[in-house]
């Protein structure tokens, strides 16, 4: 039973790398469910880890909670910065009786270990009770572990029970004096006033033994949700062999933020049968009693699925300023004014057309060719001198057409090819190529309409001029 009046969730990453998916859920899961209640989220770096964290890290763990659009309350809390207030705690648990310093040798502790093991109980310390240090030599400190089973009450997984002996006298300090992760975290979360701890249930053992620590200190324990992990399509726990685990390689492949968020916080939660939610949606549905125990599957098609629904409800003028980034400094395409001008009228035909912005630059690459261009192979077996002679006579009729829409210019299109005795396929295939070069692109009286008379023209006599 939880005493403060307003929840407080966190992330908590370790800067070892990238933003991973799976943090990048939990994040969000933490975030929806402080939103919702008007509480706080707070963001701590876990870098006790002096080997493995990079700044470079941290930055890009930061940049990626940015662009998930998943902003934190209050300053980032660094874990190593914290470390005097971890011994602070260790040493008052030492003062009470509740943890004790241990001088066994790493050696020792192996043969202890293995006794135990084969006893069938858990590693307690010769330590524990006191005695005679030897001279000058180092030592740890480690939590006198209660000889009483741990239940943890878990929001996802039920109440989960642990035989006292799975859990040894654990270390809470090791010999150098740095506090270990146990000891850090359920400080951390104290001071931080965290009420809803939500994250992956390969922390369910550590929700245990900081169960004991909460206990021991006479702290409130926070509401524990272990939530199972993201697998592959394959079933198997995710890896690098499923592609992209990172949220810069999300977004480097075109997902929107929040199609991203979308379907993350599907991918281990239900409500209802509702798969599409906007941002105002997820933290008003969002709750802890429709996260599931089944470990979510990561399903590419619905995740494309998804941003193309976000893709077509975002504004225009935004899809075209994310397009123009992705393009910039691409040789072969136009660029500046003239890219803008051709993609403006071409954004409803592209968000149909594109699941992401990676698509979209393909389905925009015809109307961006800088003129002359090459017309790719497959294409070019539709240009033999006949097409192009019906191309030249083709560019006449166009010449003199005054109303350039792309309605009209499909008629005149169907028209041109009933005049020259020709199923439409013999005129709309060597065009297409004359004028995209092989990219893909939508209707043909589309195509003519978004390229413009002046552009089009051109095009066409790039191409018949060969003839």
């Known amino acids: 039973m939880q005493n403060r009046q307003q929840i407080i969730?966190?992330?908590a990453p370790s800067p070892t790398g990238f933003l991973h998916i799976g943090g990048a859920r939990t994040a969000l899961f933490n975030y929806l469910f402080a939103r919702k209640a008007g509480g706080q989220f707070k963001l701590r770096i876990e870098d006790t880890d002096r080997e493995r964290s990079t700044d470079a890290a941290v930055e890009a763990i930061?940049?990626?909670?940015?662009?998930?659009?998943?902003?934190?309350?209050?300053?980032?809390?660094?874990?190593?910065?914290?470390?005097?207030?971890?011994?602070?705690i260790a040493n008052l648990l030492v003062s009470e009786g509740k943890a004790f310093r241990c001088y066994c040798t790493p050696e020792e502790v192996e043969t202890l270990r293995a006794a135990a093991f084969a006893e069938g109980r858990a590693l307690r310390s010769p330590w524990r009770d006191g005695g005679t240090?030897?001279?000058?030599?180092?030592?740890?400190?480690?939590?006198?572990?209660?000889?009483?089973?741990?239940?943890l009450a878990d929001a996802v997984q039920g109440d989960v029970r642990w035989a006292a002996k799975e859990f040894d006298d654990l270390i809470l300090l090791r010999a150098d004096g740095n506090p270990t992760y146990n000891l850090a975290v359920v400080v951390d979360d104290h001071d931080m006033g965290v009420t809803h701890i939500i994250r992956g249930d390969d922390h369910l053992v550590n929700g245990g033994r900081q169960s004991q620590?909460?206990?021991?200190?006479?702290?409130?324990?926070?509401?524990?949700a272990h939530i199972p992990l993201i697998h592959?399509?394959?079933?198997?726990?995710?890896?690098?062999?499923?592609?992209?685990?990172?949220?810069?390689?999300?977004?480097e492949m075109g997902y929107l933020p929040e199609g991203l968020r979308n379907y993350l916080a599907r991918l281990g939660w239900s409500h209802g049968d509702q798969e599409l939610f906007n941002d105002a949606e997820l933290i008003a549905a969002f709750g802890l009693e429709g996260l599931n125990k089944a470990p979510a599957r990561l399903d590419f098609d619905k995740l494309a699925y998804v941003n193309h629904h976000h893709m077509r409800l975002a504004a225009n003028e935004r899809l075209q300023e994310l397009l123009t980034a992705r393009l910039q400094g691409r040789p072969g395409l136009v660029d500046g004014a003239i890219a803008h001008l051709r993609l403006t009228p071409a954004?409803?035909?592209?968000?149909?057309?594109?699941?992401?912005?990676?698509?979209?630059?393909t389905q925009a690459y015809f109307l961006l060719r800088q003129r002359p261009f090459d017309v790719d192979d497959a294409a070019r077996k539709n240009l033999s001198p006949e097409a192009l002679e019906r191309l030249s006579r083709l560019r006449d009729v166009l010449a003199t057409h005054t109303d350039w829409s792309a309605d009209a210019l499909g008629?005149?299109?169907?028209?041109?090819?009933?005049?020259?005795?020709?199923?439409?396929?013999?005129?709309?295939q060597p065009l297409r190529a004359a004028?995209?070069?092989?990219?893909?692109?939508?209707?043909?009286?589309?195509?003519?309409?978004?390229l413009g008379r002046e552009e089009t023209l051109a095009r066409l006599d790039d191409q018949t001029s060969k003839a």
């Open 213 to 224: 620590l909460y206990d021991a200190l006479g702290w409130v324990r926070p509401v524990f």
């Open 411 to 428: 008629d005149v299109l169907k028209a041109f090819a009933e005049s020259e005795a020709v199923g439409f396929g013999k005129v709309g």
């Open 133 to 151: 240090p030897p001279p000058d030599t180092p030592f740890t400190v480690r939590f006198r572990a209660p000889d009483s089973d741990v239940v």
């Open 9 to 11: 969730t966190r992330f």
């Open 435 to 450: 004028l995209t070069g092989g990219a893909p692109a939508p209707d043909m009286g589309l195509v003519l309409a978004l």
């Open 62 to 88: 930061l940049d990626g909670m940015q662009w998930l659009g998943l902003n934190w309350d209050g300053e980032v809390v660094s874990q190593f910065a914290r470390a005097d207030r971890h011994r602070e």
């Open 232 to 251: 592959g399509p394959d079933g198997k726990k995710l890896s690098k062999r499923h592609g992209a685990l990172g949220a810069e390689a999300y977004r």
């Open 347 to 361: 954004m409803d035909m592209l968000k149909e057309r594109s699941k992401t912005l990676a698509e979209m630059e």
